[in-house]
């Protein structure tokens, strides 16, 4: 568009050389000047165009990489801000585990120290069972020889004296039997005996 201008203003200038009126011939030197003049201030103008249109070409160029950077650097913003936001929950959700984390070695500790005191209870009692035993063997080893012996001797004879009772009962169950055989022939005969 500069480049236009400029173009522009050049014709018209050239046009306005040429459309002035024709001066006789001993004026010449004073019409060559003004021409120059026109020359040097019509490539002033096409340089200074030129020039316009040069800084429009870069200065647009340059703004559309601004853009483009502004752009690029929005995106990122934007993407810091979401990995802000991310981080931020991620802070959130880790202290959440610490937290349960600190409830819950405050559990274990205490299981611990719980598990530790029931250990040392089954320790103790597990010295007087141990001292208990020494002490029954102690016993064992004194007097368990006539004592066995003796269980020994009354386990034999409690088993003789079952095996007596178990053959006297096995005697008045036979005892029985008969006896019970002889009523029932009797009861037979004795109705015989009434129906005649």
């Not at 001993?26 to 120059?36: D, F, H, I, R, S």
């Not at 429009?56 to 990122?76: F, V």
């Not at 598990?115 to 069972?129: F, G, H, T, W």
Request: one cysteine or more; proline letters at 2%; aromatic letters at 4%.
């Amino acid at each position: 568009m500069i480049w236009s201008f400029g173009l522009f203003c050049l014709v018209a200038g050239l046009g306005a050389v040429h459309a002035g009126p024709i001066r006789s011939p001993g004026k010449l030197e004073e019409k060559t000047a003004p021409q120059e003049e026109v020359n040097v201030l019509m490539f002033g103008v096409i340089q200074l165009s030129e020039s316009l249109n040069y800084v429009y070409e870069t200065t647009g160029a340059k703004i559309e990489r601004i853009n483009r950077a502004l752009k690029n650097h929005e995106g990122t913003l934007q993407k810091l801000g979401k990995q802000a936001e991310l981080a931020a929950e991620v802070e959130k959700q880790m202290k959440e585990v610490i937290q349960l984390l600190q409830v819950q070695m405050y559990q274990d500790q205490a299981q611990t120290q719980k598990a530790k005191e029931q250990l040392n209870s089954l320790q103790r009692d597990e010295e007087e069972l141990k001292t208990k035993v020494q002490r029954l063997e102690m016993f064992i080893n004194n007097h368990a020889p006539t004592s066995i012996k003796e269980l020994q001797e009354r386990a034999h004879m409690h088993s003789n004296m079952l095996k007596g009772l178990q053959l006297l009962n096995q005697m008045h169950k036979e005892n029985i039997d008969t006896q019970n055989e002889q009523l029932s022939k009797l009861e037979t005969m004795s109705g015989v005996v009434q129906e005649s």
